[in-house]
């Protein structure tokens, strides 16, 4: 199994920065596609952004392309999220997700689905004011 911890929400104005993280742990952190959704409330969760296991390949929401950058560090365990230019509709909760290379090695492009993924983390608040 992989247990997932998210860190680095908080409180920015609209315009500002913020970097998420999500340290896993557990065997084989690499044999994972690894994806951030959000959740804000009252709405379903949503994806924002993922990355294949090897980080070649990386998938984007279309509110967020230009202003989030995922990335990850197999040695540390640990995949990013580098949030610029953000915007009072980012504010959510953000999720860290892990799905096996199984499930998503065929295409990029089915990193985009929940159902993909078999672990989560507990998420972190962002809150960005105007």
């Known amino acids: 199994q992989v247990q997932l911890v998210e860190s680095g929400g908080g409180l920015v104005q609209a315009g500002g920065s913020l970097r998420l993280s999500c340290a896993a742990s557990?065997?084989?952190?690499?044999?994972?596609?690894m994806g951030w959704f959000r959740q804000s409330p009252g709405k379903e969760r949503e994806f924002v952004a993922a990355?294949?296991?090897?980080?070649?390949?990386?998938y984007y929401t279309d509110s967020v392309k230009g202003r989030f950058t995922v990335s990850r560090d197999n040695a540390k365990n640990t995949v990013y999220l580098q949030m610029n230019s953000l915007k009072p509709e980012d504010t959510a909760v953000y999720y860290c997700?892990?799905?096996?290379?199984?499930?998503?090695?065929?295409?990029?492009?089915?990193?985009?689905?929940?159902?993909?993924?078999?672990?989560w983390g507990q998420g972190t608040q962002v809150t960005v004011s105007s």
């Open positions: 997700a892990a799905a096996p290379n199984s499930k998503v090695r065929y295409s990029d492009y089915d990193l985009q689905f929940r159902y993909k993924y078999d672990y």
């Open positions: 557990g065997r084989a952190f690499s044999s994972y596609a």
């Open positions: 990355i294949s296991w090897s980080g070649g390949s990386t």
